[in-house]
């Protein structure tokens, strides 16, 4: 169980990245949604131990996080959004290299521990080739390897699936969601199907802030018969938006399909849906704008 | 579209802070040199001004050099900017022209970097306008001089400097490659210098291929007088010309290259394809994939994992450096210039030495010195950034690792770097001594070096470390890192040099092959342990500060420090710096309480005011010892003297004698000193000067005794390693360490800036040969004339101790070994002790003995001492005078200095110079043989005849030893191998006369200016006897001798020798012994033309052109014109079979009357002619010795 109490940090150039963020994350997977900017990466960086918030505090099963960070590591897997590896180094030199690092320094042991993470992700057979050879769903599956080196605790993964093709995406989220089944996994990301796919737990932050947390199933029950859906021409955008709360608008076969939040038909040519993650999700993003436009 | 590129590329430039950072550094720094004597670029010294135009255009050149390492920041920062950026990509979808985008970066970096010159010259302006600049040291300001600066050097060289950098930024698409790359040719330049810079057959090679012009200045301006220095240019002509365009014409073609290889797309250019492994099997289908299984380990960070995890890294981060390609580039350049130092180090007249082991360490430490230090600071660079280099960092920050497991692992890695650079160089030098022929490889001294020297670079190598982790951005750290290798610079000059502030530093653990480290090596460690122990502090300290996760701000970084600052931390942080302090008392106890430490500041104000009080004495009469007897016990293991002695003292003045001043070096305690009753008047224990008034004057003609006891004695360890006297093997100890009376004008400051600075008048010249009352003193020392000598000396039974006079008596008691010398005919009182574990060769030559002292390593030319020796005392008493010994002994000493010294039957030889020299080519110059019979000639030259010390004094003993030794030389090897001989003479008279401080003397006037007595008196007396007949001196020489030989006073001077010679030589040869005494006579002569036609008659008739002409000179490089009147040697020779010149066979060698100016001469030959000359044996002093010679064109 990770408990976040209370965290802010304010950058020296003024920004705000987080504010006042407070979360349970309970084991199994925990997904982090926000748009660019919104304090995501602040957050993970903040749990990984690799910078200290202004305020607020930290609990991995009753330890804290910022006052024992060595301690911490040690239940830590983390795989940060940009990462860099030796290009001129095998896969598997250097993972056995991060498990030294790590502390897995009895060597037999690392040996069957480096085998075996390479098999699980799938990297066994070109575990020789040097990794500036790799591709990127390759370099991210190796990125998830040296995470699970330890059998950590806490699992933080930061946009994990940007820029990787739907088959690697699978692969990788196959793979998170087996791990997640005994550890608190906490994944963030600005797709919201890689959430909707896995995570029984949810949180949307934006601007720093929580907007939402808890299970998906409780926040599409909130949006059940208020989300509308119609196709209009391109042009017509402009006004639509004007008029309706517009969640989202997609291309679809040529044409533009918009959907809007309302609690009865807005219009005429409008058909309820079923609401998804994603209108649940840009629905959390309107609001904050509304609020704050109107504030 | 050149011109938006270019006007934003210089925008980009201008607008960088770096940009601003090394332009205002650099006008600084040279600020700084033009206006103090504490940085030194280049510069004026003596009599040339800091103005001068020939010092502007200097500095601004080699601020162009300097410059290199830091523009290459502008120009290959412009051509990688877009790459490294990642906006390379944008910028080539866009429609610009390939000659465009590079032209426009190219003449943006060359324009930023030109005017980072331009601030040089700004700084270089202003820095002699300050109101602290001695108007006396300023000419009149030359604008032109910055013009020609400008025109002549920096522009093109910069021009090729950037293109170069232009060059190579683009090949490798990397700075680090860029980096690389340069390192390399600036090391290559440096080795192609060294290999050709001190071989004077090679200048005109060393003037072409240096890109920078600076050896080609260097040559072209090598003669220069002040005068020419402080009112001419060279002429863009010529070797300097060639230069210019040769390296102009280089850079255009790299631009051009540049231009061709560059192509407009992300793939660096690759000189060779890289190998492409095919993709080594597919992946397993994700069904073949088993259920998530990791098995289970522990994570541990116990004490023993942690030494693993350190183990792991440090091997891991050290095969990342070593078998990188900038490692493996460096080293090899690094050998590269090592081969080049130790083939040419310790050349004495081009001869080399036996490649002794110290001796290739030394040139090994010499030659990694600078280099390895840059190599420490990149790679304290390189090692600090790397993870965040590569973001690898993003992965391992999160990781259980102890923050000081990275940072020491770099530590071990720049260790094993350091290590790698001097073990492969111990392997380059042994190999170098095995193809020498040498055998005696000392692999316990390379060991001990390897150990020595890492220490002392990772000293270094943890600051950088300790910089780059604290200022945490790589750019600022290896700013610090420089102005940390400045400031070390700028302190030594301003006299801070004791090495408890001097980072790292520690004096020098001088090795000599007699004396091993000696008692050197306690020092030197006892500084280093201290300065590790600061090391340590702050190696806690950094990682302490060690940056993991976000870059954050100092505070932040505080706070994180403070919280890592655990219980191990402090006592570690706490435990060095006590150890430091603790240290460091020690050390001050050392140097500074139980020995005497003197800065050079200190040192030059001690001398000052040594003058200032004592030089009113100067005149005053002070008896004259003419007896001594010592005893003396060496202790050469703990380095111990105990002197009694005994003076027998006249009064040999007119008037009576009331106070007595003693003179004594500071290092000799004075444990008591007796004689007739008297009080102390004052007692300068600092500058050693004491006064006693004697209670009865000492009447004209009366004697006194005078009875010291003095103790030398080596307490702990000093800041310099200067401390040689006595040591564990190999003392050496002269006769300056005994009471003198009388002020004594040897001490005093000579640097006429420094006299300023001290307020003391213009430099004190020596007594002017008129000055008759100046003859009743002669060269050495002031107190006495000839004496009678005596002494008992004591040492260890496994040593031989020795001194002047015969042996008496030798024998053993209280575990001690006692000999017992007399000398039974007067000598100066002038003599040494010398104590050793000696090898002993006997020889005889008539009835005097002949013995050399020698370190049994040493065997090498013994025997050619001993033949040089009977030679020399062959000829110079047949045909000078009787040798007044029975005995003359050569003692080896340690080569703590390098020279060889003549006392009365005994010359003390140093082990640097003559011992060691390999001698087995033939045709190299023996000048074993010449220093023997150089020294051997002093025994007539100084213990037989002395002059009166005034000008010209050292003519009468220096002069006159080198010409009797060319003498013996000439009679061994025959007149053509002279030539080389007096070429090298030549050579180092003109450069050395270009440097000279006060003002050049004829060489009759000569006051102790070595470059005259050696180097002109070589070649002035060859010119003498080449005219006059070697009878005629060699009869000149001898009747000198016998008029003055042990003369009392008033001595003799060099007007008397000039009188004796004239009336030997004749009226008519008065004008040439005029030009050659008492003139600074200089020659332009050279063959302008030389053909050769084949006669019916099988002879050939071969045409000269010529050119003669002479100018007088005044002692500060003003020329008169002069009209040549004597002969000059014309010869014509034959083609040698092996080419050597001194093999030629002479076809036609007479003296001719040559006119004044161009002239034809024609010559008939009875064989094929293949070289000509006008005086081609170099023997007037020419500035030009090259053009003598010219090869003959054959004509039909």
């Not at chain 2, 840059?374 to 690898?392: C, K, N, P, S, T």
């Not at chain 2, 042994?430 to 193809?435: F, G, K, R, T």
């Not at chain 2, 150890?579 to 309480?593: C, D, E, H, R």
């Not at chain 2, 020294?935 to 002069?959: F, N, P, R, S």
């Amino acid at each position: 169980m990770l408990e976040i109490r209370d965290l802010s940090k304010t950058y020296a150039n003024g920004v705000q990245a987080l504010r006042n963020v407070s979360l349970q994350i309970p084991t199994g997977m925990f997904g982090l949604l926000g748009p660019n900017g919104a304090g995501k990466s602040s957050l993970m960086r903040t749990i990984a131990t690799l910078q200290d918030p202004d305020s607020g505090s930290i609990q991995l099963d009753g330890l804290d996080v910022l006052a024992n960070k060595p301690a911490a590591r040690r239940l830590l897997g983390y795989l940060p959004q940009e990462f860099g590896l030796y290009p001129k180094v095998s896969a598997e030199a250097m993972l056995d290299h991060f498990a030294v690092l790590k502390g897995v320094v009895a060597r037999g042991e690392r040996r069957a521990l480096v085998e075996a993470l390479l098999q699980q992700v799938n990297l066994w057979d070109v575990r020789k080739r040097k990794l500036g050879t790799y591709s990127g769903g390759m370099r991210q599956r190796f990125g998830i390897a040296q995470a699970l080196i330890g059998s950590p605790k806490l699992i933080i993964v930061d946009e994990p699936t940007a820029g990787l093709d739907p088959e690697e995406r699978n692969r990788f989220l196959n793979l998170l969601a087996e791990i997640g089944e005994n550890v608190v996994v906490i994944l963030s990301t600005h797709i919201v199907e890689d959430v909707t796919d896995l995570c029984p737990r949810m949180a949307i932050i934006s601007q720093g802030r929580v907007l939402l947390s808890g299970q998906p199933a409780e926040a599409l029950s909130a949006l059940q018969g208020r989300v509308w859906r119609k196709a209009i021409a391109h042009s017509d955008i402009e006004a639509c938006k004007s008029r309706f709360v517009v969640l989202s608008t997609r291309l679809s076969g040529g044409k533009t399909i918009i959907h809007v939040l309302a609690d009865a038909l807005p219009e005429e040519g409008f058909t309820a849906v079923a609401p998804d993650l994603e209108d649940v999700y840009f629905g959390q993003l309107r609001q904050q704008a509304a609020t704050r436009s109107a504030a | 579209m050149l011109r938006e590129v270019l006007r934003f590329e210089l925008r980009q430039q201008l607008k960088s802070p770096l940009f601003w950072v090394i332009a205002l550094a650099f006008a600084a720094l040279a600020f700084a040199a033009a206006g103090s004597d504490h940085i030194r670029v280049g510069g004026g010294i003596g009599n040339i001004h800091r103005n001068a135009p020939f010092v502007v255009a200097q500095m601004l050149l080699i601020f162009t050099v300097i410059g290199m390492f830091l523009v290459a920041v502008f120009v290959a920062g412009a051509a990688l900017r877009d790459f490294d950026t990642g906006m390379a990509e944008m910028i080539f979808a866009t429609p610009v022209s390939r000659r465009a985008y590079l032209g426009g970066r190219f003449v943006a970096g060359y324009l930023a970097s030109v005017v980072v010159i331009v601030f040089v010259a700004v700084g270089l302006y202003l820095g002699v306008l300050m109101p602290w600049v001695d108007p006396a040291r300023l000419g009149a300001t030359s604008l032109a001089a910055y013009g020609y600066g400008f025109a002549v050097f920096v522009l093109p060289t910069m021009f090729f400097i950037a293109a170069f950098l232009f060059l190579l930024a683009t090949l490798t698409r990397s700075m680090l490659g860029t980096y690389v790359g340069l390192i390399a040719f600036f090391v290559l330049w440096q080795v192609a210098l060294t290999l050709i810079r001190d071989d004077i057959d090679h200048w005109t090679l060393a003037s072409l291929i240096d890109p920078f012009g600076v050896a080609a200045f260097d040559v072209v301006t090598r003669y220069w007088s002040a005068n020419d220095r402080n009112t001419r240019l060279p002429q863009v002509a010529g070797l300097l010309l060639a230069n210019r365009v040769l390296w102009f014409s280089v850079g255009a073609a790299m631009v051009a290259t540049t231009l061709a290889v560059f192509r407009l797309n992300r793939e660096p250019l690759r000189l060779w394809p890289r190998r492409r492994r095919a993709a080594a099997g597919s992946e397993t289908p994700d069904a073949a994939r088993g259920r998530l299984v990791v098995p289970p380990v522990t994570l541990r960070i116990d004490a023993a994992a942690r030494f693993q995890q350190f183990v792991k890294l440090a091997r891991f981060e050290t095969r990342s450096v070593l078998l990188g390609v900038p490692f493996l580039v460096m080293l090899g350049f690094a050998m590269a210039n090592l081969g080049g130092f130790v083939a040419n180090s310790n050349e004495i007249y081009g001869t080399r030495v036996y490649p002794v082991t110290h001796l290739m360490i030394e040139a090994m430490n010499g030659s990694y010195n600078f280099l390895l230090v840059i190599i420490v600071a990149f790679y304290a660079g390189e090692l600090v950034w790397r993870e965040r280099g590569a973001r690898v960092n993003e992965v391992t920050d999160a990781f259980p690792l102890s923050d000081w497991i990275p940072l020491l692992s770099k530590l071990a890695a720049l260790a094993a770097v350091i290590g790698t650079f001097l073990l492969v160089g111990s392997i380059e030098t042994m190999v170098y001594q095995l193809i020498r022929g040498y055998s005696h490889i000392e692999p316990g001294l390379y060991l001990s070096n390897i150990a020595l020297a890492d220490l002392q670079f990772l000293l270094i190598g943890t600051l950088m470390l300790f910089l780059q982790v604290l200022s945490n951005n790589k750019f600022l750290g290896y700013l610090l890192t420089v102005i940390f290798l400045i400031s070390k610079i700028v302190l030594t000059q301003l006299h801070f040099d004791h090495h408890l502030y001097d980072f790292g530093g520690a004096p020098q653990a001088k090795y000599s092959d007699m004396n091993g480290y000696g008692h050197f090596l306690a020092g030197h460690l006892w500084f280093r342990a201290y300065w590790a122990c600061l090391a340590v502090a702050m190696m806690v300290v950094a990682a302490l500060y060690w940056l993991r996760g976000t870059s954050q701000g100092w505070k932040e970084r505080t706070r994180i420090a403070r919280q890592r600052f655990d219980a191990p931390a402090r006592a570690l942080l706490a435990a060095s710096l006590v150890a430091f302090a603790g240290l460091g008392v020690w050390i001050f106890y050392n140097t500074n309480i139980i020995n005497h430490y003197v800065p050079g500041d200190l040192k030059n104000e001690r001398d000052a005011s040594y003058e200032k009080q004592y030089r009113q004495y100067k005149d005053l009469p002070q008896p004259r010892i003419v007896d001594v007897k010592i005893d003396m016990d060496i202790f050469p293991h703990e380095r111990h003297v105990e002197v009694r002695g005994h003076y027998h003292l006249i009064n040999r003045s007119p008037v009576a004698i009331r106070d007595l001043h003693m003179r004594l070096p500071i290092h000799m305690d004075l444990v008591d000193v007796r004689f007739p009753e008297h009080s102390v008047v004052s007692d300068d224990r600092d500058l050693g000067y004491t006064i006693y008034r004697l209670a009865q004057p000492l009447a004209p003609g009366a004697a006194m005794d005078f009875d010291f006891t003095l103790r030398y004695l080596s307490r702990g360890f000093r800041n310099t390693p200067d401390d040689h006297r006595v040591v564990d093997n190999g003392t050496f100890i002269d006769s300056s360490n005994f009471p003198h009376f009388g002020y004594d004008d040897q001490g005093q400051l000579e640097d006429r800036n420094e006299r300023r600075r001290y307020g003391l008048g213009p430099v004190p010249r020596m007594p002017k040969i008129d000055d008759e009352s100046a003859r009743r003193n002669h060269l050495i020392g002031i107190d006495s004339d000839w004496v009678t000598f005596e002494t008992t000396v004591s040492t260890v039974p496994d040593q031989i101790a020795l001194a002047p006079g015969y042996l008496q008596k030798e024998w053993t008691a209280n575990g001690r070994r006692y000999f017992h010398y007399k000398q039974d005919t007067p000598i100066l009182n002038f003599f040494s002790f010398q104590s050793a574990r000696y090898a002993v060769k006997r020889d005889r030559w008539k009835d005097v003995a002949l013995e050399v002292y020698y370190d049994p390593q040493h065997a090498y030319n013994i025997d050619r001492m001993i033949y040089a020796a009977r030679k020399s005392l062959e000829h110079y008493s047949q045909v000078y005078s009787p040798y007044q010994f029975r005995q003359l002994r050569i003692l080896e000493f340690p080569g703590y200095e390098r020279f060889a010294q003549s006392f009365a039957n005994t010359v003390p030889f140093s082990e640097a110079i003559g011992f060691i020299a390999d001698l087995r080519k033939p045709e190299d110059i023996d000048y074993v043989f010449y220093v023997t019979a150089h020294e051997v000639a002093h025994q007539w030259w100084a213990h037989q005849v002395i002059g009166a010390y005034l000008q010209g004094v050292t003519m009468l003993d220096e002069t006159f030893a080198q010409y009797s030794a060319l003498m013996v030389q000439e009679h061994e090897y025959g007149w053509p191998r002279m030539r080389k001989f007096l070429k090298y003479e030549l050579d180092r008279y003109l450069r050395d006369r270009s440097g000279e401080l006060v003002e050049e003397m004829p060489l009759s006037l000569v006051e102790n200016q070595q470059y005259i007595h050696y180097q002109k008196g070589s070649l002035v007396m060859y010119s003498l006897k080449d005219y006059l007949g070697e009878d005629v001196v060699d009869r000149t020489l001898a009747r000198f001798d016998e008029e003055t030989a042990f003369q009392m006073p008033p001595y003799t001077t060099t007007r008397e020798f000039l009188t004796d010679l004239r009336q030997e030589a004749g009226p008519k040869w008065s004008p040439l012994i005029a030009d050659l005494f008492e003139k600074l006579t200089v020659f332009d002569n050279r063959v302008v033309s030389a053909t050769a036609k084949h006669r019916s008659d099988g002879k050939y008739d071969v045409t000269l052109e010529v050119h003669t002409s002479k100018v007088y000179v005044d002692g500060i490089g003003k020329e008169s014109p002069a009209t040549v009147s004597d002969p000059i040697d014309v010869g014509v020779f034959g083609q040698a079979p092996d080419g050597q010149e001194q093999h030629q066979k002479v076809l036609y060698l007479a003296k001719r009357s040559v006119p004044d100016g161009n002239s034809s001469i024609t010559l008939t030959v009875d064989s094929v002619p293949f070289e000509v000359g006008l005086d081609p044996y170099n023997k007037l002093i020419d500035r030009v010795s090259d053009d003598n010679r010219m090869r003959v064109t054959l004509t039909q």
